[in-house]
């Protein structure tokens, strides 16, 4: 079955999918899901349903060891990109350190990723199973990175 057409969807991430399919933007989403395990699907359905063509689909575990995390976000993910256009699906980015915060802050610039060998053109999605307004307050979530992220939010943590 195709992920778009799935008939047992709730009526908010229906809400959702359609609030991006008809907004006519490849705007960053941010999904807060309780269970950050069903955070892909979503986020490859949204990839299936934006407005424009992006490429790979490419995931990054922000929960992943410093070294790996490191590899996969600012060194590997330049290699796995088809065509110079991916969306880059951050998994529990809340777990991102502040220096990998700012560092891919620093690297999205006009949703290009500009810092790394080649410039891309992403569209990134990114999930999280907290919530990054108190990191924020708390100060150990960037609040210029948490801004840019989410300019669609999708809250479904009662899914």
Same mark, same amino acid.
């Given at each position: 079955?195709?992920?778009?057409?799935?008939?047992?969807?709730?009526?908010?991430?229906?809400?959702?999918?359609?609030?991006?399919?008809?907004?006519?933007?490849? #705007? =960053?989403? %941010?999904?807060?899901?309780? /269970?950050?395990?069903?955070?892909?699907?979503?986020? &490859? +359905?949204?990839? @299936?349903?934006?407005?424009?063509?992006?490429?790979?689909?490419?995931?990054?575990?922000?929960?992943?060891?410093?070294?790996?995390?490191?590899?996969?976000?600012?060194?590997?993910?330049?290699?796995?990109?088809?065509?110079? #256009? =991916?969306? %880059?699906?951050?998994?529990? /980015?809340?777990?991102?350190?502040?220096?990998?915060? &700012? +560092?891919?802050? @620093?690297?999205?610039?006009?949703?290009?990723?500009?810092?790394?060998?080649?410039?891309?053109?992403?569209?990134?999605?990114?999930?999280?199973?907290?919530?990054?307004?108190?990191?924020?307050?708390?100060?150990?979530?960037?609040?210029?990175?948490?801004?840019?992220?989410? /300019?669609?939010?999708?809250?479904?943590?009662?899914?």
């Amino acid at each position: 079955m195709n992920v778009v057409e799935n008939q047992r969807d709730s009526p908010l991430l229906a809400q959702g999918l359609d609030l991006i399919r008809t907004s006519g933007t490849d #705007a =960053c989403v %941010l999904i807060s899901m309780g /269970v950050s395990s069903q955070a892909e699907t979503v986020a &490859r +359905r949204i990839h @299936a349903v934006s407005p424009s063509p992006r490429g790979r689909f490419v995931p990054i575990d922000c929960a992943a060891a410093p070294s790996v995390l490191e590899d996969d976000l600012f060194a590997r993910v330049n290699g796995r990109l088809a065509h110079g #256009a =991916c969306t %880059l699906f951050l998994k529990e /980015v809340g777990r991102l350190s502040l220096d990998h915060q &700012r +560092r891919l802050l @620093a690297s999205l610039i006009d949703a290009t990723l500009a810092s790394w060998p080649t410039r891309v053109r992403a569209r990134v999605i990114a999930c999280t199973s907290e919530s990054l307004l108190d990191r924020v307050i708390h100060g150990t979530f960037d609040d210029r990175l948490f801004y840019r992220l989410n /300019v669609i939010h999708l809250d479904l943590r009662q899914m």
